[in-house]
């Protein structure tokens, strides 16, 4: 999709630290990291959210690549924090389909933070 950053990362228009690319999606470090690691999962594909009619097989080729991003960035063993953030509650910015995966460091139990808490 034009003008969509994502889509222009998944093309290589825009640089990234690429850590994992497939025919069917691409892992690159977040430009803002949260957290030591902090790489997001990306389908070549343009969908705005995962409520965006993503078909199964996609769905489930972004989850399978978390693992291996996890062992290449060296966080399997420790652990990590996965997250899609999906629409405006949740501050989603790109509205490019990504999955968070984020790790390095301890964090705490909770994983939601309201924005009127
Ligand atoms: P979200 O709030 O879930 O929509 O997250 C969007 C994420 O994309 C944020 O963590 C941004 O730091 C990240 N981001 C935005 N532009 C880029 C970019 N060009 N390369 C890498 N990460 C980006
Ligand atoms: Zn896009």
């Known amino acids: ?64 690549v978390v693992p291996k991003v996890a062992e290449s960035k060296g966080i399997a063993g420790s652990g990590y924090r996965v997250i899609i953030n999906t629409g405006k509650d949740a501050s989603q910015t790109v509205h490019h389909l990504h999955v968070h995966v984020i790790g390095g460091k301890p964090m705490s139990h909770g994983m939601v933070n309201f924005a009127d808490a």
């Open 1 to 64: 999709m034009a003008e969509c950053i994502f889509c222009m990362v998944a093309s290589g228009e825009i640089p990234a630290n690429v850590v994992y690319e497939d025919d069917m999606v691409v892992a690159f470090d977040d430009i803002a990291p949260q957290g030591p690691v902090h790489t997001l999962i990306i389908p070549r594909t343009h969908y705005a959210h995962l409520g965006d009619d993503v078909p199964d097989e996609l769905l489930g080729r972004l989850l399978a």
